[in-house]
């Protein structure tokens, strides 16, 4: 059996499940993303469409859109960050419950794309930490779903309880 | 349309403009102790009432009067535009009266203006950056700062602390390649036109 | 808290509140509250700084530039033609329209005439973006107001559109369709039909967002009489567009300036009487009909020939197919590539009437292919700077339905 899945065999087990914490964790966190869309520019427009009757994101669980950064934990950097703006979406990320992920939707916001200008931060990943890119023009909403369920994969990939033990010494000490 | 015995009149009954060759829309020049007067006879007098735009023209360092404030009126009774240029008084601290008293959409235009040139509008109620954030040190769209930008510190020392960034300038190797379009085959040639310095390299002094 | 702010007071009752004297309360009281530049309302990275007395807003002052990436500046840097997909960003609600309007300004510094086939191919990819546009308007309002659905519908008919332009320009939704002195390929073949049998079904879905809207007594509470623009501050802030007309000025530019062969067609610009969020609303919902009007027009008297400028060699680069057998035309190719379309030296204005109102550009040419200085007037920063003048006056709620109303894009308005 594979360690990331949860186990359950009915027949053998009766009403118990055994696995690893670590397998449940993630196996909650992935199905609950609630992303927070930074819109910032054109790649906000294709966010709304994959969130719309087209594309429908809540087929992958990740429809609940929420602009408070304390209600989300995968945040969509969804376009151009600028200079003036790259401080405000730092301190919306710091402002993240954790765990939290950031997707890097389309060329402006992983590396500056084509405003190679004074004013353009020149990818969002100087100033955030950032899991997933995508790329295009903006990227089409199947990129974007494509990108959310990279994202479900790496999150399965964890070492959650790890993750939770140090964080949890790290407050203690 | 505006026909000439419009233009006539105008330029008859004021005599600090003058009359500059144009391809689209009427375009004077004006003087600048008057550009305020004007402003407010083409509102009040005729039925120039829209302000549509207000920029300028960057004539570069070597120019002798370096910039110009270009506007454009537009009348719904001609169905026209009229084109306005003013030249600012000096060179270093380019300074003009602002028409933001007589036109409200004017304040706009030239906070941006200020922010992107430099040219201060005098009278004007709030005379800061638009744009650019308030601490930002250069004027962007004159002709000597480069596309790519100059090295700044960010505005907001906490997430400098966290992150270490700052305002660098960009990469421009890959950057768009243009032809002056003049001279010897091995000077044309097509290049990045700010070609100042890559990630790799050092801007060449 | 003096006991004047614990009166109830029906929601936007101006007369009401000055009765009760609550816009004269002492200083004290008030609140600074800063919404954006992330917020779902704000459409982008606009940010305002209120100040609050209670729940009514007393001050607003707009903070811009969060989304200013330097267009003009890269302009300057930059042959004519390299320059056109920047422009399917600035208003990124409708680039089709945005394309066509930069390559007249340009065009019109060359004094070049183009073929009819190209004028009506151009000015139906400009009321097809302005659906678009004003389709995501209504849809984005109506979520600002509370309601979810119509934006649901409207979306359904934008992906409509978005599979017409595809076929077309290879793209979604950045299309960079047009170059200077023509477009970048003909429409491709059975194209008209599908847009014709769009043409036909969209009134359905309008009517269907109308029905859930138009009558709807929580939208009607909410847009009627909020915001309220005069004939004269509209005039004065320099709004245009549905914004302007929406105050009762009759100013289309399509109408008043036509361009790209406007003229020859037959459509009403809609009006509204009181200036207000809803008429605002009811002016977007009429513009799209007469769009459709517009369109039918265009397909029943399609014009055949060129659907580019043939005999200017130095601006537009020949298709394709004649590139990669021709000799001549190779040569011609590469000099546009490499220099940039030859403009003549000059200066020019132009706008055009896009969704959003009047996008203009001031080019300064010094002859060659690269412009000296750029200025890109855009519709949504000046309808914006309006908002200090009108918001105040206002509930905190009402912000939302304002701002939802002038239907602004930072893409634009920031540059």
């Given amino acids: 059996m594979i360690a990331n899945e949860v186990a359950y065999n009915g027949k053998v087990e009766g009403d118990v499940i055994v696995t690893k914490a670590d397998a449940v964790i993630n196996w909650i966190r992935k199905h609950s993303v609630w992303p927070m869309p930074m819109g910032l520019a054109c790649c906000a427009i294709e966010l709304m469409a994959s969130a719309a009757s087209r594309y429908d994101i809540s087929r992958f669980g990740m429809e609940v859109m929420r602009f408070s950064p304390r209600q989300s934990d995968c945040m969509i950097v969804a376009g151009t960050v600028t200079y003036k703006m790259a401080e405000v979406v730092r301190r919306i990320y710091d402002q993240m419950g954790d765990p939290k992920w950031v997707v890097a939707m389309g060329a402006c916001a992983s590396t500056g794309g084509m405003y190679r200008s004074y004013a353009v931060m ?19 909403p199947e990129a974007l779903l494509d990108a959310m369920m990279k994202l479900q994969d790496k999150i399965g990939k964890e070492s959650s309880v790890k993750a939770l033990t140090k964080s949890a010494s790290a407050v203690s000490s | 349309m505006i026909d000439q015995d419009f233009i006539d009149e105008l330029l008859v009954k004021h005599e600090y403009l003058s009359l500059v060759s144009h391809e689209d829309c009427l375009t004077l020049s004006c003087n600048r102790d008057h550009w305020l007067n004007f402003a407010s006879y083409l509102s009040l007098e005729e039925t120039f009432d829209l302000l549509v735009d207000l920029t300028a023209i ?3 360092e070597d120019a002798e009067v370096r910039f110009s404030v270009v506007c454009h009126y537009y009348s719904r009774v001609h169905h026209d535009y009229i084109r306005v240029h003013v030249e600012c008084a000096s060179n270093e601290n380019p300074e003009i009266l602002s028409i933001s008293s007589v036109y409200p959409s004017a304040d706009w235009h030239e906070r941006e203006t200020f922010d992107m040139f430099g040219i201060r509008f005098t009278n004007h109620p709030n005379m800061k950056r638009i744009l650019m954030w308030d601490e930002y040190p250069y004027f962007p769209l004159r002709k000597e700062f480069p596309l790519a930008g100059i090295d700044t510190p960010l505005p907001a020392p906490d997430v400098v602390e966290v992150t270490d960034a700052s305002v660098e300038p960009a990469p421009m190797m890959g950057g768009p390649f243009v032809s002056s379009g003049s001279g010897p085959m091995s000077d044309s040639e097509p290049r990045a036109k700010d070609e100042s310095w890559t990630e790799k390299s050092e801007k060449p002094v | 808290m003096s006991p004047t702010t614990t009166k109830e007071i029906s929601i936007g009752d101006v007369a009401a509140r000055e009765a009760a004297g609550i816009n004269q309360m002492d200083g004290e009281d008030r609140m600074a509250l800063n919404v954006g530049p992330s917020h779902p309302t704000t459409h982008g990275v606009l940010r305002l700084i209120l100040e609050l007395n209670g729940d009514l807003i007393e001050k607003c002052e707009p903070v811009l530039g969060y989304l200013h990436r330097g267009d003009e500046k890269i302009a300057e840097n930059m042959t004519y033609n390299q ?3 920047y422009t399917d960003r600035l208003d990124y609600l409708s680039p089709l329209a945005n394309n066509v309007a930069y390559a007249i300004s340009v065009e019109k510094l060359t004094g070049l005439e183009l073929p009819e086939r190209c004028q009506a191919i151009r000015v139906l990819v400009c009321e097809l973006a302005r659906i678009s546009s004003h389709l995501l308007g209504m849809g984005v309002f109506g979520m600002d107001a509370g309601a979810w659905t119509p934006f649901m519908y409207t979306f359904t008919e934008r992906e409509k559109l978005y599979t017409l332009f595809e076929e077309l320009t290879g793209a979604r939704f950045t299309t960079s369709y047009t170059r200077i002195g023509g477009v970048a390929r003909d429409i491709p073949e059975g194209w008209l039909d599908r847009v014709s049998k769009f043409c036909d079904e969209l009134p359905f879905a309008t009517d269907e967002v109308e029905k859930l809207l138009t009558r709807n007594r929580i939208f009607l509470d909410r847009t009627e009489g909020i915001g309220q623009i005069t004939k004269e501050d509209a005039l004065a802030y320099g709004l245009t567009g549905p914004n302007l007309r929406a105050s009762g000025i009759d100013l289309d530019l399509r109408k008043d300036k036509p361009y790209s062969g406007y003229e020859k067609y037959d459509f009403d610009v809609p009006i509204g009487t009181r200036g207000d969020c809803y008429d605002r609303y ?134």
């Fill in chain 1, 122 to 140: 020149q990818g969002v990943d100087n100033i955030v930490p950032v899991d997933v890119y995508v790329s295009g023009c903006p990227p089409r």
């Fill in chain 2, 58 to 60: 960057d004539h570069g």
């Fill in chain 3, 83 to 85: 320059f056109v997909p």
């Fill in chain 3, 282 to 415: 009811l002016v977007r919902i009429e513009e799209v009909r007469q769009s459709i009007r517009i369109i039918k027009q265009v397909i029943a008297d399609f014009p055949s020939g060129a659907w580019y400028a043939e005999d200017a060699k130095k601006i537009f680069a020949p298709p394709k197919e004649k590139i990669l057998s021709s000799m001549e035309e190779l040569i011609q190719n590469f000099m546009i590539v490499t220099e940039g379309p030859q403009i003549p030296s000059g200066e020019v204005y132009f706008e055009a009437e896009n969704p959003k109102g009047a996008l203009g550009f001031y080019i300064v040419s010094k002859g060659g292919g690269v412009p000296y200085r750029m200025k890109i007037r855009a519709p949504s920063f000046c309808n914006l700077s309006i908002l200090e003048k009108l918001v105040p006056g206002h509930q905190l709620s009402d912000i939302t339905v304002i701002l939802g109303s002038l239907d602004f894009v930072m893409g634009e308005c920031d540059r």
